[in-house]
């Protein structure tokens, strides 16, 4: 049994470095917005701009390519062939997800080393190791809400989906605009989004402390939410089949 999940998790990875669109959005553009709000911006806001572009890019993976490749693999026929093969459906699942985990981490390790040569970080190495752990834990997050984006049927759908779903929560995570200039009845809320807890807690940790019970617990309350959403749309596309 580990074999071939490593086997498909290997064949999934690069898969996921032949896409594009990954490559683009999951590193290259928070390399580039982040060079350009750099020129801008005092060297005190850099770890800011960091942060943000973590989110930016772990999102981007998650939603703009993990969710519609996954509405993708779903609707073509090979996928069916796959059930032929003496290999559970779980471990192909899991390959997918452990894939995109590990995609994940190094997009981080990426993106934190090259600030770091470039301008160099507040906090020593142990923190920014802490926050690259806390971010691979949040990725985790979003990959789930990915996997419940997919099972709103066609591929079509999905991207639709995908693509507003990925600026609502990229906007409301403050990564363009920080939260505190938000109208004030809107910060409240926004600071309840995945993104904004996500950076909330990595500050944290970047203060010598760590994230609250109720970050982390915001973040298992929005696992379970989109694992429920994904539940919902499996059911809602096996019924309109029947």
């Not at 074999?3 to 594009?20: D, Q, Y």
């Not at 770890?47 to 993990?66: K, P």
């Not at 989906?161 to 995570?173: L, P």
């Not at 989004?193 to 010598?208: E, M, N, Q, T, V």
Request: charged content about 10%.
């Amino acid at each position: 049994m580990t074999k071939p999940f490593l086997l498909l998790t290997k064949i999934e990875v690069l898969r996921m470095l032949r896409n594009r669109y990954f490559v683009i959005y999951a590193i290259v553009l928070p390399i580039v917005y982040y060079l350009i709000f750099s020129l801008s911006n005092e060297p005190e806001h850099y770890a800011y701009l960091l942060i943000a572009m973590l989110v930016f890019s772990l999102l981007s993976g998650a939603v703009t390519t993990f969710a519609i490749g996954l509405a993708y693999d779903n609707s073509r026929p090979w996928r069916t062939s796959m059930k032929a093969l003496p290999v559970s459906e779980l471990v192909v699942s899991g390959a997918k997800l452990m894939s995109q985990l590990l995609l994940n981490s190094i997009t981080v390790v990426i993106l934190i080393v090259f600030v770091q040569t470039i301008h160099g970080l507040p906090g020593s190495v142990g923190q920014w190791c802490m926050i690259a752990v806390w971010f691979i834990g949040v990725s985790a997050v979003f990959m789930t809400l990915g996997v419940a984006i997919s099972s709103f049927g066609k591929q079509g759908t999905v991207s639709g989906i995908a693509n507003f779903t990925w600026i609502f929560v990229m906007f409301s995570a403050g990564t363009w605009v920080p939260i505190e200039q938000f109208p004030g009845w809107v910060q409240p809320i926004a600071s309840g989004s995945p993104g904004a807890i996500a950076i909330a807690g990595a500050f944290r940790l970047l203060g010598g402390g760590y994230p609250l019970i109720g970050q982390m617990g915001g973040l298992i309350f929005y696992t379970l939410l989109f694992i429920g959403v994904y539940w919902v749309g499996g059911y809602i596309k096996r019924r309109a089949a029947n």
